[in-house]
């Protein structure tokens, strides 16, 4: 199980607090050091947001350093996850182009000696459940990826779990007679590395929230793959033909804390 370091109220003071502070880091060793000695076919790494300079930030780089672990330790692909987001525009090249999540998060591991014929890349997606769907149609379903590890953070764990064993069980097509593809999902958690204690609890929140909806999205969503992919691509902000208006910049001096976690 994944517990949250966030939004433990009262309990985050005092004795109790650092209690369960020690505890989660153990949570997160331990389940790292089982993760070792595992097969998997790939990492899957989430999308997690970039700074103004194009750059994973710093708790993505914790995701991103776990995969190599992994990849070093014998995994053969990582599956890097997301075109950007719709929270802000996306940081752009020196020539004027869009610098894509995936790509990024690609970089930041070829730097580190991941050789890139290892990399499948994303880059379509805009948000979690996007990750999800477009992760198991375009990459894990066609190549045969059956065997997943899925890497985030601790404030994202428990929407990212919930979203991804849901799409990944759905039903393959809308035919008559079909059933989901044999799919094996481990998932793990990573610290919230370089995230302020503001920027944190404001994005738990937002975490809990997203959570409720989409406990209401599943439910107006048949349980095969045809069904999610018209809501995402007719009903989905992010996706459909008229979808999201860009948010204008903030007007005040001080950045948005939930918009900083993007």
């Not at 995701?63 to 929270?87: E, K, N, Y």
């Not at 990459?139 to 849901?166: A, K, Q, S, Y």
């Amino acid at each position: 199980m994944v517990f949250p370091k966030e939004g433990w109220g009262d309990a985050s003071e005092g004795f109790l607090g650092l209690f369960l502070h020690d505890f989660l880091d153990f949570v997160v060793q331990l389940a790292g050091s089982r993760l070792l000695g595992m097969e998997f076919d790939a990492v899957v790494v989430p999308g997690g947001g970039l700074d103004d300079r194009g750059h994973p930030h710093p708790w993505v780089c914790a995701r991103l350093d776990c995969c190599i672990d992994l990849l070093r330790g014998g995994v053969r692909f990582a599956v890097l996850l997301s075109r950007g987001t719709t929270h802000r525009p996306p940081p752009l090249e020196s020539n004027g182009f869009a610098i894509d999540e995936s790509w990024a998060s690609a970089r930041y591991l070829m730097e580190r000696g991941i050789e890139a014929d290892r990399l499948l890349l994303d880059r379509w997606s805009l948000d979690t459940i996007g990750n999800a769907a477009f992760a198991r149609l375009m990459i894990c379903e066609p190549l045969g990826l059956r065997r997943l590890v899925v890497v985030t953070n601790e404030f994202h764990m428990l929407r990212c779990r919930d979203i991804f064993e849901w799409v990944f069980h759905l039903d393959s097509s809308n035919g008559p007679h079909t059933s989901s593809s044999s799919y094996t999902l481990h998932f793990q958690p990573v610290p919230n590395a370089g995230m302020d204690e503001d920027v944190a609890k404001a994005r738990s929140t937002k975490e809990l929230d997203s959570i409720s909806s989409f406990q209401n999205t599943k439910r107006s969503i048949h349980s095969h793959m045809g069904s999610l992919m018209e809501f995402l691509l007719t009903h989905h902000q992010a996706y459909k033909a008229q979808g999201v208006i860009p948010r204008p910049p903030s007007s005040s001096s001080t950045p948005d804390p939930l918009l900083k976690s993007y």
